[in-house]
């Protein structure tokens, strides 16, 4: 077995001979062919030259890969893991925080079956106001994903190299990778890991990333019921609007009819309004099926095979 090590990274170079190191003092004790891939998203202070000297140190057990300019931590762990030659794919962040001593472990959970192993900071060594908005999203998230997990952003994960390879990483899809994974009917656990101090450098993550991650999750929602099917949801409002436009229409309709009376009102033209809505509704439904007739999504997802 050969794991994989995909490492996206920004602005830590004072960690990455640190984490190289551990890395490799667990693999040769484990006794497993491994490999590290650094993947540099736009650092600037010096991070891939310091992964230049760790790949003249170690070899071919390191690789490295540059972006040209800083494209998020979705892109940096889709170019990691395309490139990755490893039975499991291992991803964690750079920042020394994730102990690779809990990568045995791990892997370990995947030979009992599972697909996806993701990391649970049990105990975790960030402020408060990082720690407490956490647990209230990881909540909400398990609710509304139908998969229980204490902590979906962990990026300490294990992947079988198959499952991680079919996941469609873009944006900022990185936080509900263990989501994607349970709804294309992967195997999906979690075990609690070791959470370290951060040591050198900054956070890269504030409270903005909690307002993202409800639109992601939303658009994935929307995605997952609605992606082959979208005149179900669009033509649903259409249909909504059309109803209350027409109920309302109807009723001064008949006003006019007994008493000969017809005034301009505000709610006349509301109602007008949301029968023009509907249309727009049911339309945008009809071209959304169009498109999907004309480039059809993924359907399903391999899990195992016999060739």
């Known amino acids: 077995m050969k794991i994989s090590v995909v490492v996206p990274l920004l602005n830590e170079r004072e960690s990455l001979p640190l984490l190289a190191k551990a890395i490799d003092e667990v693999m040769v004790e484990w006794g497993k062919e491994y490999e590290i891939l650094f993947v540099d998203d736009g650092s600037t202070d010096g991070s891939f030259a310091t992964c230049g000297e760790l790949r003249e140190m170690y070899g071919e057990k390191v690789k490295v890969y540059k972006f040209g300019r800083n494209y998020g931590k979705a892109a940096a762990l889709r170019a990691g893991i395309e490139h990755a030659d490893g039975d499991v794919i291992v991803t964690m962040d750079a920042d020394l925080q994730d102990d690779p001593k809990a990568i045995p472990a791990m892997v370990a959970k995947l030979d009992e079956g599972y697909d996806l192993v993701s990391g649970w900071k049990k105990k975790r060594h960030d402020p408060l106001n990082k720690t407490l908005p956490s647990k209230v999203w990881n909540t909400f998230t398990s609710k509304v994903s139908g998969i229980d997990l ?16 079919s996941l ?9 990778l263990p989501v994607l994974a349970h709804w294309d009917g992967f195997r999906v656990t979690e075990i609690p890991v070791p959470h370290h101090p951060r040591k050198y450098g900054r956070s890269k993550y504030g409270i903005s990333r909690f307002a993202k991650g409800i639109l992601d999750l939303v658009t994935l929602m929307f995605l997952r019921r609605y992606l082959k099917n979208p005149l179900h949801f669009f033509g649903l409002l259409g249909i909504l609007f059309g109803m209350a436009g027409g109920a309302i229409l109807a009723y001064f309709g008949i006003q006019w009819a007994l008493t000969g009376v017809m005034r301009v009102r505000p709610l006349v033209l509301l109602s007008v309004g949301a029968i023009i809505m509907g249309i727009q509704f049911i339309s ?24």
């Open 150 to 165: 204490h902590d979906f952003n962990c990026g300490f994960k294990a992947y079988r190299a198959a499952t991680a390879k």
């Open 168 to 176: 469609d990483i873009y944006g900022e899809r990185h936080r509900y």
């Open 284 to 307: 945008i439904g009809l071209i959304g099926e169009m498109i999907t007739h004309a480039f059809p999504a993924k359907y399903y997802t391999i899990r195992e095979s016999l060739e």
